[in-house]
């Protein structure tokens, strides 16, 4: 299924259910709901045996059970270790002025080889605030840098995570919370029926709304010292809507730092119902207070979904496009490279799997005349050697490839180096039109969630090798564009500066 189908299915649901009645212990889950739906689409067809996916109805662990003396020793230890956790921690002095909830995922290297958060990391070196700086680390990669020499003072909250959950999973399996959860179990079930091939497990869907819940009332605790902004990069998964529930129940900012493209299908950015937050009090969302758009574009993309009511839209920029523009040559001052040119073009391919369409790799094995980069997506840098592989395997010697070293280099470098960029949906097509590189779009996602720039000219989308070979002798870019995502650093110190008056 593309973005768009998948949105479209999550849109009528919320459209035709009382998704505003999905509370638990008071707090509006929807959105923790609607992501679970997410999820379980993204996956339709997988062996449900595979994945923890439960039929229809109330999984057997969700019926009470009794509790040994076992299981309360076990629980009063992982209460125990919890507020260890929160005394070590406060101890530590997180009181900066700015606290950042970093997911590893979003870590890179930088010019000495140090680990750089691509966006924070900027924005402080930008506002000049490292020394008022902390980090909350989540490891939510395979591939993690070690979160103690970020450059500020870092909290992993991976142990307490483990332990919440665990707490979380025996008060469930203990009946304890079970009356609390009829609504969201009633949406559940309605989804489950209407969607047999992609149903959620009711008992793990209850565990994530008891963990968040719990995880809420730790980040209290340690929030107590009141910093004056809390940012974070993706505010869909448990531990930013607890993060964001937090804040809002301490009344301090919390803002979701826009961290690609989100597109007019995003499943959790746009396409909201605009009763989905009917009677919620300010203090039970587990929303961001505020988003940081890169662009006016996207800013007005998002108030089409967004009540201001819940949460206020910001201009801020790219802050790790302004950073690195400061040591990279944004234009390389040369014109394009003909097809008929004695040097061979380059073309840079943004992976977001491991894996690429068919039609891709038969332009590739045709195209012999361009030099063919392939950058990994953070993500799934442990697939790196599976797909080095396949590349020996299918392209050999025939054509001129190369992985490690696109992966390995900084990407604003990348682009002042290649002629041409393809993606199927990423946010490095923006990113790439600043560098005066044009973008195709190889894949269904990238022609929905960015229609209005193929229609623009912005972009290109191929879904053939007969039309992709076409648009690569094309070099399609709007130069209308190019400066979309330039906001000024006077323009991102003044939207931080807001959230210290």
Partial sequence: M????????????EETNPVSRARYQGVAVWPLLRLQFLLALSREGEASADKGIAATG?????????????????????????HEWIEANSERGIEGDALYFLQSSKV??????RPFHRFFDSLIELTGTRESSRFLYWDDSRAAYDPGELGSPVINFDPVLGKLRGLARDSVRAGSAVSDFGPVMDLCRKWNLEHPSCAVDEHRLHEECETTIKLAEVLVEVLEVRPRVVFLTCFYCVPAFALA?????????????????QGDWHSMYTHWSSDWIEGADDDIHIVPSHFWAWSETARKRMAKWWSPAITELIVGGNPWLIYRTRTVNRAKFKPAVSANSHRRRICLISM??????????ETILQRGDIRWWFRMHPRFLDEKDEFVRQCCERLGDSVDWEVEAPTATDLYEIFSKVDIHLTGWSTTAHEA??????????HENGRDAMGSYIEDGVFAYADTSETLSARLDEFP???????ELVVGEDTLREKFGNFHH
């Fill in 2 to 13: 593309t973005i768009r189908e998948i949105t479209e299915i999550l849109f009528q649901f």
């Fill in 58 to 82: 109330v999984s057997d662990a969700l019926k009470a059970a009794p509790e040994s003396r076992r299981d309360e020793r076990k629980k009063i230890r992982k209460e125990r270790h919890i």
């Fill in 108 to 113: 890179l290297e930088d010019e000495e080889g």
């Fill in 245 to 261: 529930l937090a804040c809002r129940r301490l009344k301090i900012p919390c803002v979701e730092m826009q961290h690609g493209q």
């Fill in 352 to 361: 977001q799997y491991s894996t690429l369409p068919s039609f891709l790799w």
């Fill in 433 to 442: 039109l600043f560098f005066q590189v044009p973008t195709i779009l190889t």
């Fill in 477 to 483: 870019l709007a130069s209308k564009s190019i400066s």
